[in-house]
């Protein structure tokens, strides 16, 4: 037992020696009638005073309680906060903005009148609209929060929501190039241009007929991605997400947009 421990005891037993002399010099005080009713008096209010104890103590827990609920209420509303505040500073850019709704309307609006004021000026002839349905150039989908978050872990790594819809962006950008040269006529082309087009159509095979698609050559002639294990492993994302499947044959991976 240390110097402290021994101090405590010694004034535990102090206290309770007091506590016996005081009962004592009650004691005696209630063998006296006169002073016994005063004594009895004194023992209601000290009970009423314990019940009105009580009853505030019960108060308080439950003002504690409801504290504590506060607080973790004003947790939980912090955290929402900041999450809104998250998704308001990083809005993917493909997806369109409350405020930014009516412009791109306008301007696609301004668009297809141009386009459809260019047409009669072209030659008069019933050809033409045929035509332009013809040229319509596929585009892949971007993907969803719910898809994203079903691409299993390994094969996700460390890849991003924003970084695999660029991906998707950058395929479409390959895309729209590749076959803007398809569909243009030969005698248009440059020499640069007519070399790519017959080699579009060399890659093309009886699996690909009717569908749109890319190469790997395709990726690097007309976006600044680096066809590496990462874009890869995006393609495999893509393929999880039903956006495009993989044909080979003549020692070339054909990549078919769905």
């Given at each position: ?13 102090n ?35 314990n ?9 308080v ?38 405020g ?6 306008e301007?696609g ?14 030659p ?10 013809r040229k319509q ?117 054909r990549?078919?947009?769905?």
């Amino acid at each position: 037992m240390n110097h402290c421990e021994f101090e405590e005891v010694t004034q535990h037993i102090n206290d309770k020696i007091s506590m016996i002399k005081r009962l004592l010099e009650l004691r005696a005080v209630a063998k006296d009638p006169d002073k016994r009713g005063t004594l009895l008096k004194i023992e209601q209010e000290v009970n009423a005073i314990n019940e009105l104890l009580d009853r505030f103590e019960r108060y308080v827990g439950q003002q504690r309680d409801l504290l504590k609920h506060l607080k973790d209420l004003e947790e939980f509303f912090l955290e929402d906060e900041q999450d809104a505040n998250h998704l308001k500073n990083n809005m993917p850019p493909h997806m369109p903005r409350k405020g930014q709704q009516a412009a791109p309307q306008e301007e696609g609006q301004v668009a297809v009148q141009n386009r459809q004021t260019d047409a009669p000026q072209a030659p008069k002839e019933q050809g033409p609209p045929k035509k332009t349905h013809r040229k319509q150039i596929k585009e892949m989908e971007f993907i969803t929060v719910p898809e994203f978050d079903s691409i299993p872990p390994y094969m996700k790594g460390r890849v991003s929501y924003d970084q695999l819809n660029a991906t998707v962006q950058s395929i479409n950008t390959a895309v729209t190039a590749k076959y803007k040269i398809l569909h243009q006529p030969v005698k248009t082309l440059n020499n640069v241009s007519r070399t790519l087009q017959q080699r579009f159509k060399d890659q093309e095979t009886k699996d690909t007929k009717g569908h749109f698609f890319i190469v790997e050559q395709d990726i690097k002639e007309f976006t600044q991605l680096k066809v590496d294990k990462r874009f890869l492993g995006m393609l495999n994302m893509l393929r999880h997400c039903q956006r495009l499947k993989e044909v080979r044959g003549g020692g070339v991976s054909r990549f078919i947009l769905l």
